[in-house]
Structures are given as C-alpha cells and as structure tokens.
C-alpha cells in the first residue's frame, strides 16, 4: 500500500511535473535467482541463473552501463553526467542464492548491483550468512542498501517502529560492513508519507519502490520506480525498457 506518489513529492518539496529534471535509468529488481520446482509461490518471484546471464548480455550488448543507486542523486540534479545508458541491477532480501548464483555471475560478467539486506534475517535459512554478506560488500561491484530490519510493511506503521524498522536498519549494517548505506528499498512496496520523511530524515539518499516506470527525478528520489523483468531477453527486454507506460502489479 502507498499513498499517492505526487502527494508525497509535494509534501516534500519537489516540483511535480513542472521544473523537476527526468532522466531515463531504468531499475530492474529481482528476488530469488536459482532453479526452483514445485514451488509456486516461490517461482512466482524467481528467474534461473540462466536467465539472469543472458539478460545481462542483452544489456551489455545494447550498450547499457550498469551503475549504483547511489549514483543517482548527483545525476538527478545534473551535477553528474552518466552515460547515455544506464541501468541498474537490485537484489531484495539478502538471499542464500544472491552468494551462490548471482554475484558469481556479475563478478563474471562485470557488472554492477545492489543488495538489499534484512539484518535480522542473516544467518537462517535461506540467507545469506554474516560473513558472506561481508564478503561481497568488499566488492567494487556491490552496493548494500537496507531493507528495515524485519521486512515488516511499514505504510500506516506506528511512527515509533517504522522509525526503528528503518534507522536501526542503517546503523548496523554500517556497523557490520565499514560502508555507507546510501539506499533503501520499503519492504513489499509498503510506504506512505511518514515512512518517507523516517527515511529521509535518517540519511539515506534514496529509496527504491515497486512503482513500474524508468523515469527518475528529483520528485521520486525517495520512491524510485522499478520494474520486474521476468523472463525477458533479447529484443523483448530492450523493446520493454524502451515503453514509457506499464501495468501496476
């Protein structure tokens, strides 16, 4: 559930749809990433390895440049220049096989991606453990981002958890990896105006919904559209990236 994002943009500040600069850097999110059978809920959100490399090499080949949320903020307001394409690969929840499948692939193909990581559910089954996620912080090509600390919806959340949910996220995956969590992603799409203002106010510069589009500006910064990419390679994935509408999920 979210509140309407042009309310929120004016509350915060941002001139909708008037003088706000747009850029297109389209953000694709995924979640699990392995070979999964007799599991519909799970294959609801999953895309084999195979599928991942040969969506990369689509992009490669396209000519995309792969960068960080982080890098966002400067471009939005035109004090950083990126290239002509750019896009950017995010990982929700902090998965075993995020370890296993996914950063084997991006280390091998040389590519760039966000992690985002629930603190609390490091070490149990199914995630990543602490010194895994330590391990891939250390890469060039990754950034961590937070994801609350446990992956609660936070939209109508009292002001007091939602506070701890999002802050307390932060300071111990700081705390745990020696690196600035710029970035922040609202478990399930979950967000309303307080939880935007908690996540503002505690220092990220950015925040990822699950709002489809690929324009970004300084009126979502803190709501970044990204889209879902499934199954699709080739021309079907670069004729989906060039569309200017898509369908709410």
Sequence with gaps: MTILPSAISHVLG?????????IRIPMLFYHYVEYVENDPGRQNLNIPPNILISQIETLKNAGYTFIFPKDLAGAIVGKEKLPQKVIILSFD????????NVFPI????HVKAI????PNFLDRPNYMFTF???????SPLIEIGAHTMDHYALAGMNTKEAAYEIAQSRKVLQ???HVPIDSFAYPYGSFDLSTVQIVKAT????????IPGVMQSMDNEYFVSRLRPGYRTGHVL?????QNTFQPW
């Design 14 to 22: 941002a001139k909708v749809g008037n003088t706000a600069r747009e």
């Design 93 to 100: 929840d902090g998965y075993m096989d995020f370890y296993t």
């Design 106 to 109: 991006l280390q091998n193909e």
């Design 115 to 118: 992690a985002y990581i629930v």
């Design 132 to 138: 895994q996620l330590e391990e891939i912080a250390r």
């Design 175 to 177: 705390a745990m990896l």
């Design 203 to 210: 220092g990220f510069t950015n925040a990822v919904s699950v």
């Design 238 to 242: 670069l004729d989906y990236l060039q």
